[in-house]
């Protein structure tokens, strides 16, 4: 016998939803920022004269909308965890591996990109007439390429467009130590799970290399005090929606010497490589050295003088790697090209530097484009 | 503004619903025409004046063609003629003039004449189509003028099948506009069908949308099996995008109390060319037999007359989809595979396994996609010779082998979905005590899955919106 079925409880739902998601946007509350998407969310659109004639009032109210959909974050957590669970994570920004790491996907190196990038780099040191090293820090994803399914890591080509770069350094000056091998080491922890980031340990080993690439003793012959925070969710996390990822623990080294740092768009002088107010905050990493600025100055005032100043160009891997290098340097003058316009052979001459070291991820050192500026 | 944004889920569409079953009946119709104005007005501001001007003047003549029998020829004519004449200014005259440049001297083909381009007016081909349906029922005396400008402006603009359709004929709907059928169980029905839809376009569409894409730039790149396995996506995505629109549009249409025509039913087990036409774009396929095919003469005259009728039919069928030679060529490729099955295709294939029969038709459908695609002749041919040209490309590259493993859950899904097994999965159950219960669980799971993949993508075109 046909059963006949109410239809109504299906319509309850349906129209209780319907109707919910416009009453919060109408009096919910109004947020300006998503701490979990790391970005400001679209403000209520402002229908001027302009955006009639132009119409572009239904993509500002559909951008309004959608950043401030009720229980946004949950459900593009539930969408990202359905693309991980239906193996769709090809198509991702971010990829996870079999043991919960979230790892940056591929990127596309352009060889005639590459190629200007390099000119600019060579004839910076043949300008500069210093010793130049340039540490490129694999990716995450190629790190842990083993952990992946095979057919995804495969996918990564850091040590091809690694090698183009090796290949490319003609200036006499320019050098580039093996990180690929260094980093191509399972289990020894070098990134953290939520962020492309390096961890204390790989930025020591980072530092080692380059150390005694130079020339110089390694970390082991200095003390460093470490210190642990808990709860650290970083930027891969963010963009994959994959809340369910467990926080890391961020760690620093502190050399433990006197010292002061200046910023050329800050105001004011610290005794400190550590900005502890950003554990507060809902992204940690600009504890070291209050993220990132044009040009930060760290003047070492204790311990044995050694003549050396080193010119630290670099992208956010180089805060965690600065304090590192404080013991072995009189001064450590760090650029981020990407917030100073001056040229940087120009600071090399104006702080007295004695070589010069790029510190950057793979990936920024080629998709950079303050770099197809470098001079 | 489409279906599958939030702007219309959870903006227009509960105001429109509140607004229609709050007030009373007399009232309905009005409220739905401004509705689904506004529904226009929001991706078209100027156009919709254009619509309106439309439906006027259509209503005008069909009320002319009732008082002024004698003149009916004429003022079909003018109806015809203007429909017509607003369809090609808008969709086909910069075709036109493009394509003329060509063969004129610089100094003529410079004028600022030959730029003519104007934004295409979203919807207009079927909103044409629809009012066209109307007219020339209205003077063949199977419709009554409809003397409402109301209710008359309601069916052409009706916002559940303005912009993609299916094609409503006059004929189909004009009692539903006097007295929808408006009960619980419709409703229920409709939002069934509604979010069903909207889980093909948003869920199983743009997958296959996002693997396509990741190939279809450039072909020269592609193995031999991404070749033959983006094509697959690109007809599963068509498949979905428009199929997942169409089931949108009804499951709007009975919330209201409207049961429009269904579109598309299983395309993809077609045995033959024949069949597929009959199972896809039902609405459109049926407008060009009953408005053009047959009044051309049909089979009735003999067959190099059928012929002739097949390639006008689908010449127009391929423009329609879009006002670029590319589209006339889908048209034609289409009429030629018509044309064999007529002549002698049909019974070799009657006489073949069943397995070939489909082998036969899943073929040419997966060339379908690369013509419909819509790129460049030397795009296509190099698209073919990865597929075809022995040594032109790898079998398999790691990037597809990726991709395709990636990919291989929803194209499975995508394979079921696109045969009847589902639903006569669901047609079985469908008495058993727990079926209601699951249905709506399903639903709820699937509207959620919908949201969330809406609230994670940005970019969310339709296919067909701008057809």
Known sequence: MHQKRSPWPGIAAFCLILLLVPLYWLFGPEKTFSPSERRYLAERPDITKQDVQSWTFDQDAESFLADHLPLRDMLAGIYAYFTLLTGRQVSGEVWMDREGYLLSAPFEADQADLDKRMTRLNRFADTVQLPVTILIIPGHGWVRRAFLPPELGKLYKDPEITEKIRSALQSPGLSMP?????????????????????????????????????????????????????????????????????????????????????????????????????????????????????????????????????????????????????????????????????????????????????????????TDLNLLLLK | MVFSSLTFLFAFLPASLLGYYLLPGKYRMGFLLFAS????????????????????????????????????????????????????????????????????????????????????????????????????????????????????????????????????????????????????????????????????????????????????????????????????????????????????????????????????????????????????????????????????GGNRRGKARQILNILIVWSLTGLWHGAEWSFLIWGLYHAFLLVMEKLFLLKVLKAAPRFLRHAYTLFFLVINSLIFSGGTLSWMLTWLSVMFVPGTAPLLSPVDTAWILGYLPWFLVCFLGSTPGPRNLALRFQNRTWSGPVREICLSLLFLLSVAALTSQSYNPFIYFRF
């Not at chain 2, 226009?40 to 002319?64: C, D, H, K, Q």
């Not at chain 2, 199983?204 to 790149?221: I, R, V, Y």
């Not at chain 2, 087990?269 to 396929?285: A, C, K, N, P, V």
């Open chain 2, 37 to 296: 104005l506004v529904f226009y007005a929001w991706g078209e501001p100027l156009y919709v004046f254009l619509m309106i001007f439309s439906i006027l003047l259509n209503w005008a003549l069909g009320l002319g063609m009732e008082r002024f029998g004698s003149w009916k020829k004429l003022l079909l004519v003018i109806s015809v003629a203007v429909n017509l004449a607003l369809l090609v200014t808008f969709k086909y005259a910069g075709l036109f003039l493009r394509s003329l440049q060509v063969f004129l001297p610089d100094s003529i083909s410079s004028a600022p004449f030959f730029s003519f381009s104007p934004r295409l007016p979203i919807g207009i081909s079927f909103f044409t189509f629809q009012i066209m349906s109307y007219i020339i029922d209205v003077y063949r005396g199977r419709a009554q003028v409809q003397h409402s400008p109301v209710l008359f402006g309601t069916y052409v603009a009706m916002f559940p099948q303005l912009i993609a359709g299916p094609i409503v004929r006059y004929v189909d709907i004009e009692k539903q506009l006097q007295h929808p059928e408006i009960s619980p169980e419709a409703f229920s029905e409709g939002t069934g069908l509604f979010i069903l839809g909207l889980a093909k376009k948003v869920l199983l569409a743009n997958s296959m949308g996002t693997f396509s894409a990741q190939f279809s730039q450039s072909p020269a790149d592609l193995s031999i099996l991404g070749a033959w396995i983006t094509l697959i996506a690109l007809a599963l995505q068509l498949y979905f995008d428009f199929s997942g629109y169409s089931d949108m549009a009804c499951g709007l249409g009975r919330m209201l109390g409207f049961r429009f025509v269904r579109n598309f039913d299983y395309p993809y087990i077609s045995q033959s060319f024949t069949e597929y036409w009959r199972r896809w774009h039902i609405s459109l396929g049926t407008w060009f037999r009953e408005y053009v095919y047959y009044p051309l």
């Open chain 1, 178 to 366: 093996d990180t690929l091998a260094l980093f191509d080491r399972e289990g020894q922890g070098w990134f953290y799970r939520t962020d492309h980031h390096w961890t204390a340990d790989g930025a020591r080993a980072a530092a080692d290399l380059f150390l005694l690439h130079r020339g110089m003793s390694p970390l082991s012959g200095h003390t460093f005090i470490r210190s642990a925070y808990k709860g650290y969710t970083g930027s891969t996390r963010s963009r994959s929606a994959l809340w369910l990822t467990p926080a890391d623990t961020l760690e620093t080294d502190d050399p433990g010497v006197p010292l002061s740092v200046t910023f050329q768009d800050k105001e004011g002088v610290y005794d400190s490589l550590f900005f502890k107010e950003h554990l507060a905050s809902y992204d940690f990493y600009p504890l070291f050295l209050d993220g990132n600025h044009s040009v930060t100055e760290i003047d070492r005032q204790g311990g044995e003088k050694t003549g050396r100043v080193l010119m630290l160009v670099k992208d956010s891997f180089g805060n965690s790697l600065a304090p590192l290098l404080v013991p072995f340097f009189d001064r450590i003058v760090m650029v981020d090209p990407r917030y100073c316009r001056k040229s940087i052979s120009g600071l090399c001459e104006e702080y007295g530097a004695t070589e010069v070291l790029f510190c950057y991820s793979l990936e920024r050192f080629c």
